[in-house]
């Protein structure tokens, strides 16, 4: 989940059986995207610590966390050794009253309803215009079913949730 706190700790023998040292590590974490990585912990020294998975960033649910674990013992041998961390996902569907509405999700134009998934805890944005034009009519924006403002941020839910924005016609 998003914003949760991620502790490792890794450990390594040389050839005689003794255990490495801590200063003998390195450990960097990646943050996979799709089908390329952007460095989230640049490489540091030591075999243990702790991180948090952030709260804002890159919004695609295809995305986890390697971390990858570097030792070089006495003689100059290199071990290496990587862990995955998959978020966990929900959807949210986003529609309007009434239907076929805009509706911006991270500044990303959607019409409603549409579903999307996410990685729990992650914070997105919503945002309607005020007035929306349907066929010859106009509807001004009333509010969303979670209480928030025309533009308000969420957390992605940690079970299925619909937000729902509703329009009043506007009347002459």
């Given at each position: 989940?998003?914003?949760?706190?991620?502790?490792?700790?890794?450990?390594?023998?040389d050839?005689?059986?003794?255990?490495?040292?801590?200063?003998?590590?390195?450990?960097?974490?990646?943050?996979?995207?799709h089908?390329?990585?952007?460095?989230?912990?640049?490489?540091?020294?030591?075999?243990?610590?702790?991180?948090?998975?952030?709260?804002?960033?890159?919004?695609?649910?295809?995305?986890?966390?390697?971390?990858?674990?570097?030792?070089?013992?006495?003689?100059?041998?290199?071990?290496?050794?990587?862990?995955?961390?998959?978020?966990?996902?929900?959807?949210?569907?986003?529609?309007?009253?009434?239907?076929?509405?805009?509706?911006?999700?991270?500044?990303?134009?959607?019409?409603?309803?549409?579903?999307?998934?996410?990685?729990?805890?992650?914070?997105?944005?919503?945002?309607?215009?005020?007035?929306?034009?349907?066929g010859?009519?106009?509807?001004?924006?009333?509010?969303?079913?979670?209480?928030?403002?025309?533009?308000?941020?969420?957390?992605?839910?940690?079970?299925?949730?619909?937000?729902?924005?509703?329009?009043?016609?506007?009347?002459?």
């Amino acid at each position: 989940r998003a914003g949760d706190t991620i502790s490792y700790s890794a450990s390594a023998t040389d050839s005689a059986g003794n255990p490495i040292g801590g200063d003998l590590f390195t450990t960097e974490v990646l943050l996979h995207h799709h089908d390329h990585t952007h460095p989230l912990l640049a490489p540091i020294t030591g075999k243990s610590r702790q991180y948090s998975i952030p709260t804002s960033g890159e919004t695609s649910a295809d995305t986890w966390h390697e971390i990858i674990f570097r030792v070089t013992d006495a003689d100059n041998l290199t071990a290496i050794k990587s862990v995955n961390i998959y978020p966990k996902k929900s959807n949210f569907t986003l529609q309007t009253v009434p239907a076929n509405m805009q509706v911006y999700l991270d500044g990303t134009l959607i019409y409603t309803p549409s579903t999307v998934e996410g990685v729990v805890g992650l914070q997105r944005e919503l945002n309607v215009p005020t007035i929306q034009k349907s066929g010859s009519d106009y509807y001004e924006f009333s509010n969303w079913s979670d209480g928030g403002n025309a533009d308000h941020f969420i957390e992605t839910p940690e079970t299925d949730t619909t937000y729902t924005a509703t329009y009043s016609q506007v009347t002459n």
